[in-house]
């Protein structure tokens, strides 16, 4: 199992990002998956997550109307679009799958929101 994330940078408070996680090595259009981040000093927290087809998500308060989850089956990517970006929203964004019982994690990609 392979997690690929990019498309983390700097961006001023009220901006967009949109990042991207390509899988490999396992059924992706079978899984549920999830973005999760991490701020210095926390814990990982679950951001968003996305049903095996996209017909149901599920999201953090803290970012419900301001992020959308979506995923491409035919490409094995995972989506994370952010909008109305906020300094707490500053941290590293981890893709994530539950397979064969174990969490897999990909390498991450830091977002960092600051004018």
């Known amino acids: 199992v392979q997690l690929v994330e990019s498309g983390g940078g700097l961006v001023q408070p009220g901006g967009s990002l949109n990042l991207s996680c390509r899988a490999s090595g396992f059924a992706f259009s079978s899984y549920y998956m999830s973005w999760y981040r991490q701020a210095p000093g926390k814990e990982r927290e679950l951001v968003a997550g996305i049903s095996r087809f996209g017909r149901s998500t599920n999201y953090a308060d803290s970012v419900k109307g301001r992020f959308t989850i979506s995923r491409d089956n035919a490409k094995n990517t995972v989506h994370l679009q952010m909008n109305s970006l906020k300094p707490e929203d500053t941290a590293v964004y981890y893709c994530?799958?539950?397979?064969?019982?174990?969490?897999?994690w990909g390498q991450g990609t830091q977002v960092t929101v600051s004018s």
């Open positions: 994530n799958v539950f397979y064969s019982g174990r969490n897999y």
